[in-house]
């Protein structure tokens, strides 16, 4: 049993930032890779950010230089530090994570969806 628990959202204006965070929980073998999804009204869910167990990062386009996805495996944690943002960023923004609950059994997990908008 494993629960993927999101904070960090909320309303902010443009320009400004918000910090999302993500802890896996339970019985977990091993964490590989985490990555932050958005969703917004009536469009699909894209991957925003990942992030290997190793720490190689990779960011979707329109968020490369003012997104910046970050781990801390011993908490068990992904984290998104998102920067100078902007109206078009609004969406529920989602954790995922690949995990392992032993040696043979591994799937992705997700978080519960954490709400963010940005607007004046």
């Known amino acids: 049993q494993v629960q993927l628990v999101e904070s960090g959202g909320g309303l902010v204006q443009p320009g400004g930032s918000l910090r999302l965070s993500c802890a896996a929980s339970?019985?977990?073998?091993?964490?590989?890779?985490m990555g932050w999804y958005r969703q917004a009204p009536g469009k699909q869910r894209d991957l925003v950010a990942g992030?290997?167990?190793?720490?190689?990062?990779n960011y979707l386009n329109s968020v490369n230089g003012r997104f910046t996805i970050s781990r801390d495996n011993a908490k068990n944690t992904v984290y998104l530090q998102m920067n100078s943002l902007k109206p078009e960023d609004t969406a529920v923004y989602y954790c995922?994570?690949?995990?392992?609950?032993?040696?043979?059994?591994?799937?992705?997990?997700w978080g519960q969806g954490t709400q963010v908008t940005v607007s004046s």
């Open positions: 992030i290997t167990a190793g720490g190689s990062t």
């Open positions: 339970g019985t977990i073998f091993s964490i590989y890779t």
């Open positions: 995922k994570a690949d995990i392992g609950t032993t040696g043979w059994a591994r799937r992705d997990y």
